[in-house]
RNA sequence: GGAGAGAUGGCUGAGUGGUCGAAAGCAACGGUUUGCUAAAUCGUCGUACCGGAAACGGUACCGCGGGUUCGAAUCCCGCUCUCUCCGCCA
């Protein structure tokens, strides 16, 4: 959400953004509607407050003498007109949250300014990618990856993209994810165990509601929506609360599966490992003062990077434009794995900073030495995706008798040097 | 799933229709006192919104949402959550 101090001061910074993110919402209705919802709370608080001041004329007055009965005859008509005020102040309430919340996040002025994806700035690349396995291949297409995977039975059991995986596959993936999160801790992240389903409000928090709706799967007996990743339910651990200054930064990483509807989404994207329905994932979530928030995307981002570069995976990073920013980031980096199998860069994280985009919805503050309570800067990326990582790990790393090389820093995790 | 009890400020906990945003205690913060620690003592001590340059003023909030009433923390209805007991169960 929007500061709405920000939208009243500054509404030509705002609409530069909403247009450069190529998003648009009518700014001019809303602040058109912000002074008629101030001008509607200050008449019904004027009433409220005289209806007030007699209450307790009243309090002191005789119960059923004289004066005490026209009171009640002239608060009789106050009492109605401030219910109708009220009425007409909570509809024109509900109207103006929504469309506040129509608003998007403002890029920070490090973002490169472009309509769309071609405006995004190739930030560092890592590695040799025309170093990888002679004999890459895709990973759909090897055998120990046909092997150990299962998509037909997942089809039967569940559906398109629900794959099963077996056995040594089965076994990288579990060793990716304590990798992962073993580096996290050593990263100064706490680690978490989250719900895998969250309420609306939640969903709400972080945005996924109401602009991603389409993207989760919802379990409509309970208002619940399975998890796109594991930032709601982490993000929305310190909903409501104000945190002490002295807890800031706070960093915590998550394992979930995360469950996507990917609607529409088929063809080459969608084969194997690229796009699936539920898949393993490790978020960091950082808590932190907004006087920190890029230098923490910084290293949040570095902590990333370091994974690709222990597994030994070439990859690079990319400074996302104003028109590939998603509705709540401020800023956002990519970070793209090479297959070389598919000979393409594969997403297997993306840092964003919300500054206090997503705080303001959550209401997730701290309170500075002394003073009033301050919306915290709200930062996260995955650190990282299972199965892209993997599957890089499989393209890059055949040998030439088909097998797949562990890379060294996970033999210990998956128990050998090959999968066979 | 069945039966019952409960939800008040950072915490404990009073308050069953009127001057209650809410007693008291604890914690916290500031001052005094003190050789130090402790104790004592005085004061401050919620959040949001509206108005205001500010000082400050106003309004709302006693789990959430409705209702009754001139007036609701208090009465009525619905919901959520917590606890206890029973049943079921990884």
């Known amino acids: 959400m929007i500061d709405i101090k920000i939208l009243r001061e500054n509404p030509d910074c705002v609409r530069e953004a909403i247009a450069n993110k190529g ?23 004027t009433l409220r407050a005289e209806q007030k001041s007699v209450n307790s004329e009243m309090a002191a007055l005789q119960k059923g003498s004289e004066e005490f009965l026209a ?38 002025s490090s973002v490169p300014v472009a309509p769309d994806p071609s405006g995004n700035a190739v930030h560092f690349t890592w590695g040799d990618k025309d170093a990888v396995s002679p004999h890459a291949k895709a990973h759909y297409d090897l055998e120990v990856f046909n092997q150990y995977s299962d998509f037909p039975r997942g089809a039967k059991v569940t ?26 801790k050593e990263n100064g992240y706490e680690e978490l165990m989250a719900p895998l389903v969250v309420n609306e409000a939640s969903a709400r928090a972080t945005g996924q509601l109401p602009d991603k709706e389409g993207q989760m799967y919802v379990i409509p007996q309970e208002g619940f929506y399975m998890i796109p990743t594991s930032e ?139 003073g009033k309570p301050v919306h915290v800067h709200t930062l996260n990326g995955s650190g990282l995706a299972v199965p892209r990582v993997l599957a890089a790990i499989l393209e890059n790393n055949v040998l030439e008798n088909g097998n797949v090389k562990i890379p060294n820093v996970l033999v210990e995790y998956f128990g050998g040097g090959t999968l066979k």
Request: hydrophobic share 35%; aromatic share 10%; proline share 4%.
């Open 23 to 45: 998003s648009d919402c009518d700014l001019d209705a809303i602040l058109e509607m912000d002074k008629e919802r101030r001008q509607l709370i200050s008449s019904v608080e």
């Open 71 to 108: 009171k009640v005859a002239e608060m009789r008509r106050v009492a109605a007109e401030v219910k109708a005020g009220d009425s007409a102040l909570k509809s024109m309430e509900e109207t103006w949250g929504e469309l506040i919340l129509t608003v998007p996040n403002i890029p920070d």
């Open 159 to 184: 559906g398109a993209g629900w794959p099963f995986f077996k056995g040594g596959l089965a076994r990288l993936i579990r060793s990716l994810i304590n990798f992962y999160l073993d580096q996290a």
């Open 232 to 370: 709601v339910p982490v993000t929305n651990f310190f909903r409501d609360e104000i945190l002490d200054e002295s807890e800031l930064p706070v960093y915590r990483s998550c394992y979930t599966p995360c469950f996507r509807r990917e609607a529409g989404s088929h063809g080459k994207d969608v084969r194997g490992l690229n796009r699936t329905h539920q898949f393993d994932k490790v978020e960091l979530v950082k808590w932190v003062h907004p006087e920190n928030s890029y230098n923490e995307l910084e290293s949040l981002k570095e902590n990333a990077e370091s994974l690709m570069q222990k597994l030994n995976l070439p990859y690079r990073v990319l400074l996302m434009c104003t028109g590939d920013l998603g509705f709540t980031q401020s800023k956002k980096y990519d970070l793209e794995v090479w297959a070389g199998g598919q000979e393409r860069w594969l997403e297997v994280s993306s840092c964003s900073n919300f500054e206090a985009f997503q705080a303001r919805r959550a209401n997730i503050r701290f309170r500075p030495q002394g």
